[in-house]
Structures are given as C-alpha cells and as structure tokens.
C-alpha cells in the first residue's frame, strides 16, 4: 500500500494544517503538498514545550528511557513506509534508508541505555565539615539537570539520523528536554511518518504533549523565529557553513544568548605518509574513490583532500584513485540545489591556473560524476577557496615536498570534523610530528581507514574546531552529545526531601 501523506504540522500533539502549502520534489513518484511553517506556528510549539517541560523535565529516567524505546519501536512499525516515501524523496537506495533506520532506532535505545545507567549526570557530594577552620564547609552536592525546550533542525543528507528522530532530538529528550523540530524541505514525507511514531509514542507512554513538535518547511523567518524564541534554551542544526552560521549569529544576538550546536562543514584532510604509499599507495587510492563518491559524496565526513607527497610514488596514488573513479556511475543528489552547488563548487576549480585537473566530468540536473584535481602546497596556502568544502564526489590531491611540507600545510588547515594518517611502521616518526597538529584541528583522528561512517558509541566525537562546528566541546554522535542539554547545579545544604531524585 502506497503512502500517502496528509502534509500537516505535529504541534503538542495536534495535527495542525496551515494555509500556504509547498509541494514536495521528489526523485521519482508523486510530489505531494504540504503545509508552510509559520512563525505562529513555532510559537505554540515552544510554549507548549516549555510547558511539558515542567513535568517532562522532571521526569525519572526510568520513564524516558521507556519512552525513547517506544518511539523507537513505533518507527520500526512504520519501517516500509518510511523506506517508501524515504526513497522517492530523496534518491537514496532502499539499502541505505534502511541502514539509516536501523542507526536511528538503535541511539534512541543507546540514550535509553545511558540515562538508565545514570554516568551523564556526574554526580559529585562534597560533605558537610561543620568543625572545619578557620571556617567551616557546607554540604555541597552536584548534579546535571536539563536545561529546557531545544530547538532541532532536520539535515538535507540524513532524512532520518540526522533529522526528525535523530541523534539531536534523541540526546535532548534523554536528557529531559521537550524538542521543536523545523523539518527539512527535501524530505517532508518521511519527517511526517517519523513524527507519526513519535506521537503515537506520545500517547503509548503518558508524555505530556508538548514534548515534541514538528514544523514542516518554511521560508527563513520561520528558522529565525525558532532560534530567536525566548523559550528555546538552545539548538541543534546540521547543515552549510552559511545557514548554521547565520543562525548561530541570530543566537548570539538574543537579549538571552543561547547556545548553537551546529555542525556546518569539513574536507576532512587525509595525510598519506611515505612508508605507507610506497607499500600500498595504489590500494589506498581505490580505497579513497570509493569513500570519496559514497552516497553521492553527501556525507560531512567526506574525506575531500589528500596530501601526499610528490614523485613517482605519489603518482601511482593519484592515478589509481583516477581510474577508480572512472567506473563510478552516475549518481543522484538528495535535491535540486545540492546538486547545482555542486556543479558551482566544481567550477571554482577548474577556473584556478593553479589546479590541475586529473579527472573532469561533467554533472547535469539532479545527478553526479565524480571529478578530482591536484595542486600543490603553495598554491593551495595562498587560496582559501580550494579548502571550502565540495559537498559531493570532488576530491583534491595536494601534493607535498616532504614532511616539513606537510606539516606546514597540517598547521594551515582549519578546524574538520576527521583527519586521517595512512602510516605503516616506518612512518611512525612522522606521524608522531604530526599528531599534535591534528589533534588541534580536528574532532575525530583516525589511522589507516576513512572518515565516511560514524559509529554511535560512548567514545565517538562528531565535531570539532570552527567550522567544522560551532562548538568545539561538543559532540553531534554519541552518548556525549547528551551533555549539550544539561548543566551543572549545585545544591548547599539542600535537605533531601528537596533534591531532585537523581540525587535524593
């Protein structure tokens, strides 16, 4: 039975259809219409949030946990038809929308698992010295506590990891904080199905209603009026350099700043060391080919720069990476727009004397081929453009002189999300050099693998220095991420009965 959706906003619990409709543009099947924010709209979401905060906020962990496992079933209910809509809207094969349901639905139960397990609140008792000189201490104790209503923004490239379920909205509503989603304009549908398992799991579990709130696409003053609402207490966003920075200037400006979790845009540099190449620089470079164009190269983690070292060696690294890319087939990209910005980051380079192309196609419509260029250190220092990122299959050899070179151009890049070293044994002296390069650059370092793919797991960073992100104490995956909705509070001389249960 074929999906059909019926196109209106999720606001406390409340389909709500709006008067100004947009229609969908999808790869394949039908486009449907759906109601236009407002920024009415977004005001009833976040009072409602803010009043479901006073219980949800309060709430036991015991009872949170259930319900992140409730909407964690609910989807998996809905799990053809979110693959249905997922694929026409977005091009994605069914394989990939199902893997992404799967990491979906699995860190909503690894939060579950976190707050049960109570680590996240670090909690800290410092006891009464009553006899202490020449004063006497009082008792001290400390927990985390949520901060509020949280404001979520849905990603272009993840329609459901990195949206309306995902890891964002996972870690607030963990950590106790109601969520206002504005829903991304490329894949509608399947944010309405997701909300769907989420009011049912509304309803299945007691919340209160204000807990969760999907506004579907609107123009800018409905983000605007998100981030600018006084009783959003912070925000999650994935998303361009541009839009996250505007809206993390918005929040800034606030009469009452809040903080702005955005995770924005990386080439993720990966730094092949001599020994390494010489043993397997062709392996390596197929490997890079296939990183490089998976999902269309739509992922934040796509390692876009190679540094490499000139000579002969070298060369047989690019060149297997050249032909590699030759047999990848035509791809096509999550909208309209990506795809045009694409072909606009492509001819920043092949406009550049100091660029020169190893692999050039051209890209029509709503599709992809992969392109790839090289240069030189110098040139690439002296031109910031050649390190803004290419969201899609372009990647950028950058050849080197030895590893003075490299190191300097390790020093020049800004903050990413990853950097990778491909090292064998005899490049451990180098790579010990370059670590404390890297380790400040970046969020995430690896060693022999590439960046694309990101495991949720306790230990997992996806973040790192501006502009990979707006915040470089934060992470967007894993279990820390929950620390972005929490802070500290200290209770002297509290008596029991008026703690809060996770420290009573």
């Known amino acids: 039975m074929t999906f059909q959706p019926h196109g209106k906003h999720l606001v406390a619990s409340e389909w709500v259809e709006g008067d100004a409709k947009f229609r969908s543009e999808p790869v394949e099947g039908t486009a449907h219409e759906f109601s236009v924010g407002t920024p009415d709209l977004v005001d009833r979401a976040c009072k409602a949030a803010e009043e479901a905060f006073w219980s949800y906020g309060y709430s036991s962990r015991e009872d949170r946990a259930k319900f992140l496992n409730t909407i964690a079933d609910e989807i998996e209910a809905r799990g053809d038809a979110i693959t249905e809509i997922g694929c026409q809207e977005t091009g994605l094969p069914e394989a990939r929308l199902q893997g992404e349901r799967g990491r979906t639905t699995g860190q909503l139960r690894l939060f579950a698992d976190h707050i049960l397990k109570g680590d996240y609140l670090d909690r800290r008792h410092?006891?009464?010295?009553?006899?202490?000189?020449?004063?006497?201490?009082?008792?001290?104790?400390?927990?985390?506590?949520?901060?509020?209503?949280?404001?979520?923004?849905?990603?272009?490239?993840?329609?459901?990891?990195?949206?309306?379920?995902?890891?964002?909205?996972?870690?607030a509503l963990a950590a106790g904080c109601p969520v206002v989603v504005k829903g991304h304009s490329a894949h509608p549908g399947t944010a309405e199905v997701v909300a769907e398992a989420i009011h049912a799991a509304i309803a299945a579990c007691g919340m209160p209603k204000g807990v969760f709130s999907l506004i579907q696409g609107g123009k800018r003053d409905v983000g605007q009026a998100l981030v600018q609402h006084p009783l959003i207490r912070a925000v999650g966003f994935t998303g361009s350099l541009g839009g996250g920075r505007a809206l993390f200037d918005l929040c800034a400006q606030r009469p009452e700043p809040i903080p702005f979790f955005g995770e924005l845009g990386s080439v993720n540099p990966m730094f092949l060391l001599p020994e390494a190449v010489r043993a397997r620089g062709a392996q390596i470079g197929e490997g890079w080919a296939g990183s490089l164009t998976m999902g269309a190269g739509q992922f934040c983690t796509n390692p876009g720069i190679a540094v490499v070292?000139?000579?002969?060696?070298?060369?047989?690294?690019?060149q297997a990476a050249a032909e590699a890319l030759k047999g990848v087939q035509t791809q096509c990209m999550l909208t309209d727009g990506i795809a045009s910005a694409y072909r606009d980051g492509k001819s920043r380079f092949d406009g550049r004397n100091a660029v020169k192309p190893v692999l050039v196609?051209?890209?029509?419509?709503?599709?992809?081929?992969?392109?790839?260029?090289?240069?030189?250190?110098?040139?690439?220092?002296?031109?910031?453009?050649?390190?803004?990122?290419?969201?899609?299959?372009?990647?950028?050899?950058?050849?080197?002189?030895?590893?003075?070179e490299m190191e300097t151009l390790a020093r020049g890049f800004e903050g990413q999300l990853t950097a990778t070293l491909h090292m064998d044994d005899g490049d451990t002296a180098l790579a010990r050099r370059l670590m404390p390069v890297l380790e400040r650059k970046a969020g995430r370092?690896?060693?022999?693998?590439?960046?694309?793919?990101?495991?949720?797991?306790?230990?997992?960073?996806?973040?790192?220095?501006?502009p990979a992100s707006t915040n470089f104490g934060a992470t967007s995956v894993g279990t820390l991420a929950i620390r972005r909705f929490l802070r500290p509070v200290c209770y002297q001389n509290v008596p029991d009965a008026l703690l809060p249960g996770d420290l009573a």
Do not use: C
């Open 309 to 318: 070292e000139k000579g002969a060696e070298g060369d047989a690294f690019v």
């Open 445 to 466: 370092l690896l060693v022999n693998g590439f960046p694309t793919g990101v495991e949720v797991a306790d230990s997992m960073v996806h973040g790192g220095p501006f």
């Open 126 to 171: 410092d006891e009464a010295l009553p006899d202490r000189q020449p004063l006497p201490r009082p008792d001290l104790k400390m927990v985390q506590r949520p901060i509020g209503p949280v404001a979520v923004f849905g990603a272009s490239n993840f329609p459901l990891a990195f949206s309306t379920a995902g890891g964002d909205t996972a870690s």
């Open 361 to 404: 196609t051209e890209s029509d419509g709503r599709y992809a081929n992969p392109n790839l260029y090289e240069t030189d250190a110098a040139d690439y220092l002296q031109d910031h453009a050649l390190g803004e990122e290419v969201f899609g299959p372009l990647g950028l050899v950058v050849r080197v002189s030895g590893p003075d």
